[in-house]
């Protein structure tokens, strides 16, 4: 968990205006670069990232970070701009999700055809549906009920965005009952499988029932939440138990590559966590993530400006520019697959991939961010 205040008034009031945490834009950065890495199949960079040492993985913190950026863009620009503006901006922000996935998906299932005729890399795509059957695949997708591998979370931060400012509104007048009511309905995922509908698997992967609860705390958190559980975050106790259970999610996820270590995961204890289900946020994962999350935040430093060193850079220019960074490292991500099976799979040609991928997306970033420095609001010519 972050805050965005220095040590001595940590989350004790809003921000000062014009104030950006730039570590939150770190944050996203570093999450996309550990997506990208893990999408390529087989990549053993993957080692680096968070998906090989526990239960939850990058996805768990793009969300709840996502819905931590939500509340103070918005919560933040309400009392200056008004309810219209803020309702606006949000609507806005889920178009412009919605018309980047409907562009990846384009740009993926043309790469795809390009590379292998609509026969290679179907399956690994999921886009053979979409070659046997391009009507209604178009339409699926109109609906958010079809995608291919990869951009399936965006139609669920689709959702997130369109739904945004009535959960603002909640969140500011009942926060805590508002937090209840998303983890009742996290509550249901689990208990009565409530998802939403989607073809042709039948439910959206990243269920939106389920991490709405990692955004909804997010912008809770960020919103005066992190004031009321404060004492709870940084007591001795509490960073004991997360980082026990840190140890013990470490062991089972090991578990998966090295059979050696199944002897110490006892048959009652599997029986307890199995299955461990990502696509419906699986208790075990939300508790990681929020034993993760407390850790971290008793580690980083309270604030990044200042001097930033180039690395440090390099991620915040990708963080700030999130959308289209995650949608070109997709498409990077399948063209590292083609390269490693087409050309050759050892360790020198996946580092090569991985690190020259990500090279790409900082120089887009900053190209990004450049031309936004540099634009000025004109009149609109077409």
């Given amino acids: 968990m972050v805050s965005q205040q220095q040590p001595e008034s940590r989350n ?25 890495i893990d999408h390529i199949p087989d990549n053993a960079l993957a080692w680096l990232t968070l998906r090989n040492y526990g239960f939850s993985d990058t996805s768990e913190v793009f969300v709840f970070v996502s819905g931590y950026t939500c509340m103070l863009a918005y919560g933040g620009a309400l009392e200056e701009q008004g309810w219209l503006t803020v309702v606006t901006r ?12 409907l562009l990846l998906l384009v740009a993926y299932v043309a790469v ?3 590379v292998g005729g609509g026969e290679r890399f179907v399956d690994e795509t999921n886009t053979g549906v979409f070659f046997k059957n391009p009507g209604e695949a178009v339409v699926r997708a109109l609906l958010l009920q079809y995608a291919p591998v990869n951009t399936d979370i ?11 400012p009535a959960m603002l509104w909640l969140l500011l007048r009942i926060p805590v009952a508002t937090l209840v009511a998303s983890f009742l309905l996290y509550l249901m995922v689990q208990l009565q499988s409530w998802h939403m509908p989607a073809w042709p698997s039948g439910e959206l992967y990243f269920n939106p029932f389920a991490f709405q609860l990692l955004f909804v705390f997010g912008a809770w958190y960020a919103g005066g939440g992190a004031y009321l559980i404060r004492p709870l975050v940084e007591s001795r106790a509490t960073l004991i138990a997360a980082m026990l259970y840190l140890a013990f999610s470490l062991i089972i996820a090991l578990s998966w590559q090295f059979d050696a270590l199944n002897v110490l995961i006892p ?5 307890l966590i199995y299955p461990i289900y990502k696509s419906h946020l699986a208790p075990v994962r939300l508790l990681h993530f929020l034993a993760l999350a407390v850790v971290v935040s008793r580690l980083t430093p309270p604030d990044l400006h200042g001097p930033v060193r180039p690395f440090a850079i390099a991620m915040i220019r990708c963080g700030e520019n999130s959308l289209p960074m995650y949608c070109i490292g997709v498409l990077l991500s399948f063209l590292g697959l083609i390269v490693l099976t087409n050309v050759s799979g050892n360790l020198m040609v996946q580092v090569a991939v991985s690190v020259i991928g990500i090279a790409i997306m900082v120089l887009a970033a900053t190209i990004a961010t450049w031309e936004a420095q540099l634009d000025r609001r004109g009149p609109k010519l077409f």
């Fill in 12 to 36: 004790a009031s809003p921000p000062q205006k014009g104030y950006r945490d730039l570590r939150l834009d770190a944050c996203r950065g570093l999450a996309l670069w550990f997506i990208f």
């Fill in 90 to 101: 949000a609507l806005r922000r889920s178009l412009e999700i919605y018309c980047a996935f």
């Fill in 112 to 114: 795809v055809w390009l």
């Fill in 154 to 164: 965006l139609p669920t931060f689709v959702l997130l965005h369109l739904a945004f």
């Fill in 267 to 271: 048959d009652g204890v599997a029986k």
